[in-house]
Structures are given as structure tokens and as C-alpha cells.
């Protein structure tokens, strides 16, 4: 123990103080702040960039960006859990070739994935086109630049994200349990809520976490996918800053954000989260 | 239904023609057996050899290729576990680490549907039964592996299965502990009076614990019955080493006058045996002698021994109450033997003494090799 090394942690120590702890306090300082008549900053102490999000204009956005996040952490849990647990009980040689192609989409760069739901989504795109020559709609349906569409790229983005710690806490998993609670009468649904559920804990909350906090502050794929229509947080922050040219209110969006997502992983961990991160 | 299962013919598991594929290996090859009820019944063999396929084929984890399995009457094919009167005890016992002892001992009723006031004094009786009332709080975790064991014991047993099926039970106890359960476990069996089924590879396990037991190896049935008939006529030269005779001499049927029999070992000279039905002169035979029949002796006088060897004494062990002596045999052949200690410590041999082993006819078993 007293051999620790210190100074390797000096690298990304310093890296974190300089260039995330003091533009996050600069990002600070500005919500402070009020907007100049030409877009610059004016150093004057005000708490009017926060009293303004109470609008319902921004609580609007914030609402859907949280009921997307929220609708996206559930579909992925309810889609990745079932893969996860195939991959899981896989024979070894084959678990290492799966997770692979659950990490694949990670070798193409997000923006350009997310084009391509552009592609498949729209009007005259593949989706639409499969569905009427199959027979099953007759006109094409809307889907590109609506909530359907941030839906599916969201979850089609952060699903990897719940993929991995379910597989690892379900690799985990004891066989024997299984069979134990078979032996002892539990039917297939009985096994999986009394006992694969539970002892999967860790895996769900750190799966949920990791998927709801980025789809909570998500840009790319709302901006892309959503079109003018559909802003999330993330929007109206880049809005604030680029657009508009209001920097302290874009300021005080984000810590707003970042409070919430601090409120909602403090909750996890408090439910029982503690153990599954340590 | 009841009746039925509860009368038949007093078997309490029936194996008919049970063959089980893994890939390419035959796990279990065509095993017929039948287990008595209320009989504790063990399953023997170096692993391999199948026994434990055939405790899952029971427990209704995996189903037979062909072949039938007979439950208290009842056809197994295609009922899933959840729905077979058994119960498994797990090798590395399986206990439910979010449950408590007292919950983990409960599932079984529950998930059979009991009503919460009945499950609870059964739950209790249980862990009276193991002795581990005081610790239905705990989590399986604060035991220790004797305790464990006991409560996946109780867990099994709270649901009054007709078979209570074991997988190398005592097999993560140290010795001590393992010593104390065999007693335990069969004093149990005794009082619930449930046919267990128990799988191990300890023959010393096996025959102290079973009423009956049947050695396997490549899946294939080769003998069944009782510790003693096992022990005393071993029905081939594996059975024979595998339930602890290490001692063998390979050699050639000489002649055979009535009941008994004369073998040509090469290196060592003529034993003599009592003969068995089906042999023939000339045909190769294995001698083997139980290492504790055999009497050591530093003189070559006969006294009543028929059969007399000399060796020389290679290691000696003091193992308490006896003596452990390895010895090399003229044809440099190793062999095992215990001798008691009552006899006081003059008698006992150093290492690289000569003496002479000697044992009577009747204590030699020819197995057709």
C-alpha cells in the first residue's frame, strides 16, 4: 500500500482540473452573468438567467427531454435484456464474437450513423419502402423529424450502453442458481423475477444509468433526427450559445441539467445502486 | 394419483435403457438401475463416468436420448423440474445469496404455493432439523460450508421431496467435518425416511453412507449392490481398485481343483485363491488382496497363512491407530498395506527392512482380467 505511485495520477489529474474543472467554473461564473446588447458578457451578478427557465416554453423541452430519456432507458432495458443474457449464456468461445457485434456500430462515427437513420427513416427511405412493398401500409408513414424518430435513434445509440454491464453482472451469474430455483419448483417467470432479477441488480441500475444520462443531455440525434420540432435540452443549450447568442442563460441551462442528472444518479445510488459501483 | 404412486412395487426410481449424449461422448450408455424406496442409494464413479448426467437426468435438468425414467410410478418424459417430486441438493449448494436462510429455505414452498402460516413452522422444522434454527436470519454468505451445506440440506428437505438428490455432498468439507456429515447425513436419511440419491467419487463416502450403491465408469453400469457385496466380490479389476483394493497380482490360471484355484505369478511364484465360476487354465486372472487382510511378518515360518511373499519395506507412515507400509514386491511391484497398531510399537518395521507378507487363500479375489 504505501508503494501507491502518486504521480501517475498527476496526468489526468491536472488534465481534469485544467480543462474541465475550470471551464465548468468559468461556465458557472457566466450563469451569473447577463447578456450584452451584442451578444458579449456583462459582469454583473444576476439570478435572472434562472429564474427565466421557469417559462413554460423551456419547461416544455425539459419535460420531453426527461420523458424521452426516460422511455429510452426503458426500451433499452427491455431490449437489451434478453441479448444480454443470451450473450451471457452463450458457450465461452461464442460470448467474445457476440460481444464484439455489440460493439461494432462503435466503429463508425455516431454523426455518420445517425445520417444514416436519416436514410432509412424518411419518407421515401428504406423503412417505408420495405413496409409497402410487404403490404402492411399503403402510404408512407411520417417518422423522420419527429419524437418516433429521436425514439429510435436514442435507443438505437445507447443500447450498447446497457448491453455491457447487464452481460457482466449476468455472466456473473451462478448457473446452479438457476437451476436451484428450478429444482425448487419456480416456474421460467418465477426464476427470473425471484432470482435472475435481483442478483442482476448492479448490472440494471449502472445499464440504466449509463443510458439515461446521456440520452438526457442527447444533441446529435434530436438535431439530426428531430429536426426543428423536436428540441431536447441539449438543443436548446447549443441554441443559446451559438444561435442566440446568449451565453449566460446557456450557461445556466446547463448546470440545471447537470443538477438533475446529478438529483437522478444520487436517487439510483440510494436505491440500492451503492454496491453495484463500488 | 396418490394411490398410485403409493403403491407399485416399492421402487422409488427406475432407469430403463437411459442413454444420454453430450456431442460426441456417450455420458450415460444404456443404464438400467433400480433405487428402493427409502433406500440410501449412491451413484459411484471417477468423474466421467457419468454420474452426475444421470443426477441431472433425475433432477429433470437434461432429458435422455432413449430410455425411460421412472419417478414413484410416474413417467419423467418431458416433465420440467419445477414439476418432479425431487429435490437437489447442489454440489456448491446454490444458496439464494439476496435470501436469508430462513428465505432460502422457504422458496420451495412458496413457489409451490403454500399459505404464508404454513410455510413458516415448516421453514423452522427444517432448520431445527439441521440444527441451524439460531441463523435463519443470516445470509448464506456469514455461514461456514458445513453450515451452508446444512441449510441447502433443510431447503431440500422442507418440501418432503419422494427423492432427495445429492451431488457430491460432502465433496467441499474438509476431512474432519466430512467425517462428522457421513454419519449425519445417513442418521437423517434414516429419520425422514426419503429415498436419497447421492452422487460422489469417494468410495470411502459410498459405502459408509449408502444401503446400496452402484459403481459406474464411462456411463456404464458395472456392479450394484450392497457396500459389503461390493467390497467383499468386486466384479472386475476396476471396481475392485476403485473401491480401494490397490493391491493386484497379474497372472495366469494354473490349474483349478474344486474351489480352488492356483495362479503363475511371473516374478513371485504360485498363489493360491479360491476359484470363481467361469474360469479357465491359462486364462490371465488379477489376484488382489484387501490391504488390510494382509499380515507382515519377519520370519518366513507359514503360521497358518497359506500365501507368503518377501519384500523389503520401502516407506513406513504412523497414521494413529495404524501403520502404513509401502513395499516392493520381488517383481518391483508397490504395494499398500495397514497394519494396526495395537500390537504395540516393537513390532512395527523401519524402511528398508526385509519382511514377509502373507495372507490366507481366502482372503484373495480372482477378477477375469
Redesign the interface.
Known amino acids: 500500500m504505501k508503494k501507491s505511485f502518486p504521480w501517475l495520477v498527476a496526468p489526468p489529474a491536472l488534465t481534469l482540473i485544467f480543462l474541465f474543472g475550470v471551464p465548468l467554473l468559468l461556465v458557472l461564473a457566466v450563469s451569473f452573468a447577463s447578456r450584452g446588447t451584442y451578444g458579449g458578457i456583462e459582469w454583473a451578478l444576476t439570478f435572472n438567467n434562472y429564474t427565466s427557465i421557469v417559462d413554460p416554453l423551456y419547461l416544455r423541452i425539459f419535460w420531453r427531454s426527461l420523458w424521452l430519456a426516460v422511455v429510452t432507458t426503458a426500451i433499452c432495458l427491455v431490449m437489451g435484456f434478453p441479448l444480454a443474457y443470451v450473450i451471457a449464456r452463450a458457450p465461452q468461445r461464442r460470448q467474445g464474437l457476440l460481444l464484439f457485434l455489440v460493439i461494432i456500430p462503435f466503429w463508425t462515427n455516431f454523426l455518420v450513423r445517425t445520417y444514416a437513420w436519416m436514410f432509412i427513416l424518411r419518407t421515401e427511405g428504406l423503412l417505408n419502402q420495405v413496409l409497402m412493398a410487404l403490404g402492411f401500409i399503403h402510404e408512407p408513414l411520417t417518422i423522420l423529424f419527429t419524437d418516433w424518430a429521436v425514439l429510435i435513434g436514442l435507443v438505437y445509440g445507447y443500447l450498447p450502453f446497457m448491453v455491457l454491464p447487464l452481460y457482466a453482472a449476468l455472466e456473473r451469474l ?1 448457473r ?2 438457476i ?9 421460467p417467470v ?1 426464476v427470473f423475477t ?2 435472475v432479477l ?2 442482476s441488480k448492479p448490472g440494471v441500475i449502472a445499464g440504466c444509468v449509463l443510458v439515461f444520462i446521456p440520452s438526457l443531455g442527447a444533441y446529435v440525434t434530436p438535431d439530426l433526427l428531430g429536426g426543428a420540432r423536436t428540441m431536447m435540452i441539449g438543443n436548446l443549450i447549443q441554441h443559446q450559445y451559438l444561435v442566440v447568442r446568449d451565453w449566460p442563460f446557456g450557461s445556466s441551462l446547463s448546470f440545471v441539467l447537470m443538477a438533475g442528472v446529478l438529483a437522478a444518479v444520487l436517487y439510483y445510488l440510494r436505491a440500492g445502486g451503492a454496491r453495484s459501483l463500488a | 394419483m396418490e394411490m398410485r404412486d403409493r403403491e407399485g412395487n416399492g421402487n422409488s426410481v427406475e432407469l430403463r435403457e437411459v442413454t444420454k449424449r453430450h456431442g460426441p461422448t456417450v455420458a450415460v450408455d444404456r443404464l438400467s438401475l433400480t433405487i428402493r424406496k427409502g433406500e440410501f442409494f449412491s451413484l459411484l464413479g471417477p468423474s466421467g463416468s457419468g454420474k452426475t448426467t444421470t443426477l441431472r437426468l433425475l433432477a429433470g435438468f437434461e432429458q435422455p436420448d432413449s430410455g425411460e425414467i421412472i419417478i414413484e410410478g410416474r413417467h419423467m418424459e418431458g416433465v420440467p423440474p419445477n414439476r418432479r417430486p425431487v429435490n437437489l441438493v447442489f454440489q456448491n449448494y446454490a444458496l439464494f445469496p439476496h435470501m436469508t436462510v430462513a428465505k432460502n429455505v422457504a422458496f420451495g414452498l412458496e413457489m409451490k404455493g403454500l399459505a404464508e402460516a404454513a410455510i413458516g413452522p415448516r421453514v423452522v422444522e427444517a432448520l431445527e432439523m439441521v440444527r441451524l434454527a439460531a441463523k435463519q436470519e443470516r445470509l448464506p454468505a456469514q455461514l461456514s460450508g458445513g453450515e451452508q451445506q446444512r441449510v441447502a440440506l433443510a431447503r431440500a428437505l422442507v418440501n418432503r421431496p419422494a427423492v432427495l438428490l445429492l451431488d457430491e455432498p460432502l465433496g467441499a468439507l474438509d476431512k474432519q467435518l466430512r467425517l462428522e456429515m457421513e454419519v449425519e447425513l445417513k442418521a437423517l436419511q434414516e429419520r425422514v425416511g426419503i429415498t436419497f440419491v447421492c452422487v460422489t467419487h469417494d468410495q470411502e463416502e459410498a459405502l459408509t453412507m449408502s444401503d446400496r450403491l452402484a459403481v459406474l465408469q464411462h456411463g456404464k453400469l458395472l456392479q450394484i449392490g450392497t457396500p459389503e457385496e461390493i467390497y467383499r466380490a468386486p466384479a472386475s479389476a476396476f471396481v475392485a481398485n476403485f473401491i480401494g483394493v490397490s493391491n493386484g497380482l497379474s497372472g495366469r490360471v494354473e490349474g483349478i481343483v474344486g474351489q480352488h484355484a492356483t495362479v503363475a505369478v511371473e516374478g513371485i511364484g504360485v498363489i493360491h485363491a479360491p476359484a470363481v465360476a467361469g474360469l479357465v487354465a491359462g486364462a490371465p486372472v488379477l489376484v488382489t488382496i484387501r490391504p488390510e487382510r494382509l499380515h507382515l511378518a519377519r520370519g518366513p515360518e507359514p503360521d497358518g497363512f497359506q500365501n507368503q511373499v518377501s519384500v523389503r519395506v520401502a516407506k513406513t507412515i504412523y497414521a494413529g491407530n495404524e501403520t502404513q507400509y509401502l513395499l516392493t514386491l520381488p517383481n518391483d511391484q508397490t504395494w499398500k498395506v495397514r497394519i494396526p497398531n495395537a500390537d504395540g510399537a516393537a513390532k512395527r518395521f523401519q524402511a528398508g527392512e526385509s519382511a514377509y507378507l502373507k495372507w490366507r487363500t481366502a482372503e484373495a479375489v480372482l477378477l477375469p482380467e
Open positions: 451462478d446452479s442458481l437451476e436451484a430455483a428450478w429444482d425448487l419448483y419456480a416456474k418465477q425471484r432470482v435481483p442478483l
